[in-house]
């Protein structure tokens, strides 16, 4: 596979629920965002690793919790999330950054959450 | 604050020329980028502007004026194929991407 890959592509929860959503990235890159992309809203930057360590954590709830256990993989879990959670979470990497940097970000698919 | 505007949502016929334009007020700039996201996809990158001026890839182009905050993306020759959201973004002094909320490009034949 190459680029970037997101699984699951559709999540449907209920709000006592735990889940997982996990991102992959076969272009060597060392950069690893997280996104929210709620309907006519701009792209909410949630969090970014850089070679594995956490650099930019948005005051996002902590029912969100990031991990990136190397380079190439990206799990956000979730767990007792609220019906306003709803959205598409979309990942992207880049070669470097976020700091100093201006390389490109590529993503994946985004998985279409939907909280009961 | 920081701001991104592009208008919501624009209709054009095939065949034809359409302008997208963002205007931007950043603490800073480094930069500006526009993606292509069709429905349920993922964005992918279109263009990258830093120094003023226009950019020519294929059918589309990218323009940045940085003494106005202003950018558009023209896409010629249109056709069905890009019926899409066009998202504009800048990348501010602390490279940060601030992002506009897009703009959904409707082609009619």
């Known amino acids: 596979e190459t680029g970037v890959t997101q699984t699951p592509r559709h999540l449907v929860m209920g709000m006592t629920n735990k889940k997982s959503l996990k991102c992959e990235q076969h272009l060597g890159h060392n950069a690893m965002y997280w996104y929210k992309q709620s309907a006519k809203k701009p792209l909410e930057l949630m969090f970014v690793?850089?070679?594995?360590?956490?650099?930019e954590n948005n005051s996002v709830p902590s029912r969100f919790s990031p991990e990136c256990p190397n380079s190439s993989h990206l799990f956000l879990h979730l767990h007792t999330l609220q019906p306003e959670d709803s959205a598409l979470y979309l990942c992207a990497s880049s070669q470097d950054g976020p700091a100093g940097s201006t390389d490109t970000q590529y993503f994946g698919p985004g998985t279409r959450l939907t909280v009961l | 604050g920081q701001n991104i505007d592009q208008p919501t949502e624009m209709t054009a016929t095939e065949g034809a020329i359409v302008q997208i334009n963002c205007t931007y007020q950043t603490s800073g700039f480094n930069g500006l980028f526009w993606y292509q996201q069709h429905a349920g996809e993922a964005p992918t990158f279109l263009s990258y502007?830093?120094l003023d001026g226009l950019e020519e890839k294929g059918r589309f182009s990218s323009f940045l004026s940085r003494s106005k905050g202003y950018s558009y993306l023209l896409l010629k020759e249109l056709q069905m194929k890009d019926s899409a959201s066009y998202l504009c973004a800048v990348l501010d002094s602390n490279y940060q991407l601030i992002w506009g909320a897009g703009t959904k490009l409707i082609i009619k034949p």
């Open positions: 690793y850089s070679l594995e360590e956490r650099v």
């Open positions: 502007n830093v």
